[in-house]
T-cell receptor, first 113, second 112 residues
């Protein structure tokens, strides 16, 4: 059973703070993704990674960076949090095989005040 | 880049009726189209998917159809039940599951 976990369910940060969101998967998946979910906008891809130390920009990378030092862990970093980054953040992982399914974590509700 | 439009944004049906959610995509190179269901407070989960070499796929009460010429695909739920109430997201990918582009979502309410 695939398990994707995220470091926090709820997080409150102040404007300008550096924020780390962590995601861990236990299925040895090569691919990992970070999305943000906002009402009426669906899930938008921020960054993704196909392998350790590899990263690629998604559709809305501005204001974010990522780190993947180990295969099972993918971190999203908000260098200087802003109020417009208040959102639900979802991590996902998948294996580049025939199944294609992305497995999501429970999400982190981030509020920036 | 790829753009996916989804409608309706909300859909209310009576228990036992059918529900249809439609999506259009912009890039003819897209070849994989999954549907995810997200119940309130839970994570999205894949419920069905279809690849570009298939026109229709069924799994019990749910089915997905794909029209590559028109660049649209649809989710059909028959005999809806209260537990079908959720947000449904369609998505498209040019890379067989990697780099999905999602639609905005449809809130489905099944009234009993």
């Amino acid at each position: 059973d695939v398990k994707v976990t995220q470091s926090s369910r709820y997080l409150v940060k102040r404007t300008g703070e550096k924020v780390f969101l962590e995601c861990v998967q236990d299925m040895d998946h090569e691919n990992m993704f970070w999305y943000r979910q906002d009402p009426g906008l669906g899930l938008r891809l921020i960054y993704f990674s196909y392998d350790v130390k590899m990263k690629e920009k998604g559709d809305i990378p501005e204001g974010y960076s990522v780190s993947r030092e180990k295969k099972e862990r993918f971190s999203l970093i908000l260098e200087s949090a802003s109020t417009n980054q208040t959102s639900m953040y979802l991590c996902a992982s998948s294996s580049p095989g025939a199944a294609y399914e992305q497995y999501f974590g429970p999400g982190t509700r981030l509020t920036v005040t | 880049g790829e753009n996916v439009e989804q409608h309706p944004s909300t859909l209310s049906v009576q228990e036992g009726d059918s529900a249809v959610i439609k999506c259009t995509y912009s890039d003819s190179a897209s070849n994989y189209f999954p549907w995810y269901k997200q119940e309130l407070g839970k994570r999205p989960q894949l419920i069905i998917d279809i690849r570009s070499n298939v026109g229709e796929k069924k799994d019990q009460r749910i089915a997905v159809t794909l029209n590559k010429t028109a660049k649209h695909f649809s989710l059909h739920i028959t005999e809806t039940q209260p537990e079908d109430s959720a947000v449904y997201f369609c998505a498209a990918s040019m890379y067989y599951g990697n780099k999905l582009v999602f639609g905005a979502g449809t809130i489905l309410r099944v009234k009993s």
